[in-house]
């Protein structure tokens, strides 16, 4: 058989083993052991409410009322009250798009934008605008970020309490709850998951 031939064989044996091992065996390997040792987190987190689902707890979405012209693309969205809201996003919570605004700090529409939700966080809330937390007025890096800092999650408590007629201890008491520590216990800052805290909520009688 001519070199050439062998070498090519050689090489075609070595591509399907290659396949075999790394595209075949090794991922069923890998999505057994996820589905085995952490299957929840394999399967993306997944919240559900009533038996449905309704998001994932590594993902935030928006708590908005419905539009009164579901056709009117200019129609801006509105908070819904009832609800916790999360921080800003720059691709509104869209999961196939996630990013951030890439507006300096020396960037006068980032200014605006700050101020102008400093406003209507301050007057959504009942609150005075100077104690509006950061988290409130910035988006996260990922624009997917399920977690406020327990200093905003507070802030919201007497509106939330007054909208749905609960005890503000109640929610209080959930905030505690569904407050997650520092990651690796010195990382970055506690925060509450909005996702689940608001699916706690909708199963408060």
């Known amino acids: 058989m001519p070199t050439i031939v062998r070498t090519h064989l050689t090489a075609l044996r070595a591509l399907l083993v290659m396949t075999v091992l790394c595209g075949i065996a090794y991922p069923l390997l890998i999505t057994g052991i996820s589905q085995a040792v952490f299957s929840d987190k394999a399967n993306g987190s997944i919240v559900k409410a009533d038996g449905k ?6 993902l935030g979405q928006n708590y908005d009322l419905p539009k009164k012209n579901p056709d009117d693309p200019k129609e801006e969205p509105k908070p819904d009250p009832k609800w916790f809201q999360p921080r800003p996003s720059a ?18 529409d980032l200014l605006k934008a700050v101020n102008d939700r400093r406003a209507a966080v301050a007057a959504f809330d009942g609150v005075d605008p100077a104690s509006v937390p950061a988290d409130a007025l910035t988006a996260s890096g990922s ?27 109640t929610l209080n008491q959930l905030v505690d709850k569904y407050t997650e520590g520092r990651s690796l216990g010195f990382l970055g800052q506690e925060g509450v998951n909005v996702v689940l805290l608001n699916k706690a909520i909708s199963e408060q009688k």
Do not use: C, F, M, T
């Open 143 to 169: 624009g997917l970020d399920p977690h406020i800092s327990v200093a905003y999650a507070k802030e919201q408590v007497n509106r939330v309490a007054k909208e749905r007629s609960l005890p503000a201890d």
């Open 91 to 108: 691709n509104n919570h869209a999961g196939d798009n996630s990013g951030a605004s890439n507006l300096g700090p020396n960037s006068d």
């Open 53 to 58: 689902e309704v998001g994932s707890s590594l």
